[in-house]
């Protein structure tokens, strides 16, 4: 399985069945990946995400598996927001100088006209003033009852403080804070001036109580905003409300009704069905909504040169047109306020930055959305997607698949950052989950299956080994056995040994009696190994020796009927190379046929090897009718005769280089002692120089001694 991993086709190994179940698996885990992407909580079902909005909301903004990857986008974008937004910033600074936090409604009211003498386009206050000033001089007589008749009616003429805050207010552009609540707070707030059109749809959220300014500052203001921002479950503010119901009445956001009134008060018109909203166009701008009138904010960064602190404005250090034609926000940025979120860009910020952000969002028409076609859009894509690596991943390398998969992952990333950047929110998730999960469950059964191909390919393997085991039993038992070779005739030393290159081989060897007087012996080695050279080899050496023992025939006779036999009906074509002697006992006369085999080696006892160069012919079965001679020779008393397969000969090193003529007479000249011995010696030889690695081919080793001192033996006819 690995290697066809490698080059080309997994599933070329596997079955029709085994192919279906991987693909049907790999199609199963994608479609369950994709249910489980689009819905991470796994509490909507399916039809819920086709027909509500809010689901869908919820999914991509609640605890979606890719809202981090949102944030991270968030927290990398570029860019600050516009420069028509100012925020002035009650820091510690002015809490150092001015005192800590609520202020004289005086200092406020300084503040304010300060501002406005600048000509902005509106003032908004994230503020809130739902109780009168205590530090009104009409509360300061309170404190100090030894104050005469005329001083007390003196502080009474003075102007109350609430009333001059609410005068400076009145005179320019300005929008005060209101905030949402269920219980508590009023039921009969100041109607809000601002003016609506449009549907009302039943999503957007309704409070019916609010924590609303007294009247003097509530009644002086040219608009009313609600500062509401619920969190999403993880803490982090990612949306801000742009209108909601409060106390039964509509009332806009603080960012929305700034930007109302310093357009010159148009309507806000709201657009949808009576169910869900879908955008607010204010004048020129139109801002995406969820169906409940939430705004998707997306965040940028607020430059330092846009915020203020109330000393700088006091000390006249500032531009003196820094506030002219934009909306100027005013809150807390001191660490003792409470009102301080956690949003995708920074993990504490304060809330009159997030205003400032959505403020900015309305002017640019630059909410974030969540379009209705993307999700159909993410599961088709990401169907098409995973049925792609059904189709193509079983036909490509790991290492492809692997690049492949990371460089998908990448593309669908670098996608939804650039959607996101054009304000869409587009869920890399259901595009990459389902082929990812396909891929990795296809590669998951592909070694699933493919262990069950090497189960069964060992069990075929073992009984391939056991059936050439009984094979190899079967060859063996076809020789003589090596320790019964002395029972072949005693008057002469025979010793032979044969080592199949695989468990069963396609040499052999055998020695026989013609006569009395005449010993045939066979060395030969049958083109390839393993089992078909071995059933060629039990064929042929069964019928040379039937052909060899036939009365009246002599070695050349003989040979070529066994070169005419085993050519017929040979369909695999294969070959023998055999060498066939015949070595009268009496007086060493040795009577040789040679079928393209290996020249032997005689020993003489004084140890010198020579080569009997043979003419012979062609292996059997490579030329049917060639006539074969018999060459003779003299095998003299204390001589040896060593013949041998080319087993020997080319045998190979590590460095692939041959065994050769020369070491094998090396090695037979280097041998002393019995017969035996000399064979074993050859054998080693050949083995050591082998150096451990696979045999190149079947090695056989037949050796013939006549005894030093021979008697001439008689013969009869």
């Not at 037979?668 to 080693?684: I, N, Q, S």
């Amino acid at each position: 399985m690995t290697d066809s991993w490698s080059r080309s086709d997994a599933l070329g190994e596997l079955d029709p069945a085994a192919r279906r179940r991987v693909r049907v698996g790999a199609l199963i885990a994608a479609l369950a990946a994709a249910l489980a992407v689009a819905s991470p909580l796994f509490l909507p079902p399916m039809l819920a995400f086709l027909h509500d909005d809010r689901v869908q909301d919820r999914g991509v903004l609640g605890l979606s598996v890719t809202q981090p990857l949102f944030d991270f986008f968030q927290r990398t974008s570029p860019g600050d927001i516009a420069g028509n937004v100012e925020v002035v910033t009650i820091d510690e600074r002015s809490l150092a100088r001015y005192g800590g936090w609520p202020w004289s409604r005086f200092d406020l009211a300084g503040l304010v006209k300060a501002i406005a003498d600048q000509k902005p386009a509106a003032i908004g206050f994230d503020l809130l003033f739902p109780e009168p000033d205590r530090l009104t001089p009409q509360v300061f007589e309170e404190y100090y009852p030894e104050l005469s008749a005329a001083g007390r009616q003196e502080i009474q003429t003075l102007e109350v403080s609430d009333n001059r805050f609410g005068r400076a207010i009145g005179a320019t552009p300005s929008v005060i804070a209101r905030v949402g609540v269920a219980d508590m707070g009023t039921a009969n707030p100041l109607p809000p001036p601002a003016v609506f059109e449009g549907v009302t749809p039943r999503a957007i959220v309704s409070f019916p109580h609010a924590i609303a300014n007294i009247p003097v500052i509530d009644g002086a203001a040219q608009g009313i905003g609600l500062v509401n921002g619920t969190p999403d479950r993880d803490g982090v503010v990612r949306t801000v409300p742009l209108v909601a119901r409060v106390a039964g009445r509509l009332t806009p956001s603080l960012a929305l009704e700034l930007v109302r009134v310093a357009e010159g008060e148009p309507p806000i018109r709201l657009e949808g069905d009576a169910n869900r909203m879908h955008s607010v166009r204010i004048g020129s701008h139109t801002v995406l909504t969820t169906p409940d009138g939430r705004m998707r904010l997306h965040y940028r960064g607020i430059s330092t040169r846009q915020l203020t602190s109330p000393i700088d404005i006091a000390d006249g250090k500032i531009a003196p047109n820094r506030f002219t034609g934009k909306i100027v926000l005013i809150g807390l940025t001191s660490a003792a306020t409470i009102d301080v979120i956690n949003t995708p860009r920074a993990a504490q910020t304060f809330g009159v930055y997030v205003q400032a952000q959505a403020i900015d969002a309305i002017l640019q028409s630059r909410a974030l959305a969540r379009p209705g076609w993307a999700i159909a859009a993410e599961w088709l894509a990401g169907l098409a997607l995973a049925l792609g690596a059904i189709a193509i991943l079983p036909r490509l390398r790991l290492t492809v698949i692997g690049i492949s998969a990371l460089a998908l992952l990448l593309l669908a990333i670098a996608g939804s950052w650039a959607a996101f950047q054009a304000g869409l929110l587009i869920d890399p998730a259901p595009v990459v989950a389902p082929g990812a999960v396909a891929a990795v469950t296809m590669i998951s059964l592909l070694f699933v299956e493919g262990g069950r191909i090497r189960t069964r390919l060992r069990a075929t393997l073992d009984q391939e080994r056991h059936e050439r085991e009984a094979a190899s039993k079967i060859q063996i038992g076809m020789l003589i056995p090596r320790a019964s070779l002395w029972k072949v005739t005693p008057d002469l030393e025979i010793d032979a040994v044969l080592q199949p290159a695989r468990t069963v081989g396609g040499d052999l060897y055998d020695a026989f009696m013609l006569d009395g007087d005449r010993l045939c012996f066979l060395v030969g080695d049958v083109t390839g190994k393993g089992l078909p050279a071995s059933l060629f080899m039990a064929l042929a050496k069964a019928l040379s020796r039937s052909l060899l023992m036939q009365p009246h025939k002599d070695l050349a006779t003989a040979v070529a009927g066994i070169n005419s036999e085993l050519s017929a009906d040979n369909g695999q074509d294969m070959q023998l190379s055999l060498l066939a002697g015949v070595l009268r006992l009496s007086d060493g006369r040795l009577d040789l046929c040679c079928a393209g085999h290996e020249n032997p080696l005689i020993l003489d006892a004084a140890g010198h090897v020579r080569t009997l160069r043979l003419e012979g012919g062609p292996p059997l079965c490579a030329m049917e009718g060639y006539p074969y001679p018999v060459e003779t020779f003299s095998l003299g008393p204390g001589e040896t005769l060593i013949a041998f397969t080319d087993g020997v000969t080319e045998a190979q090193d590590p460095g692939q280089d041959l065994f050769g003529a020369d070491r094998t007479m090396a090695a037979v000249a280097g041998a002393a002692g019995p017969l035996v011995a000399l064979v074993d010696h050859l054998v080693a030889t050949v083995r050591g120089f082998e150096a451990g690695g696979e045999p190149s081919d079947d090695l056989t080793v037949l050796a013939l001694r006549r005894p030093a001192a021979t008697q001439e033996r008689a013969t009869t006819t």
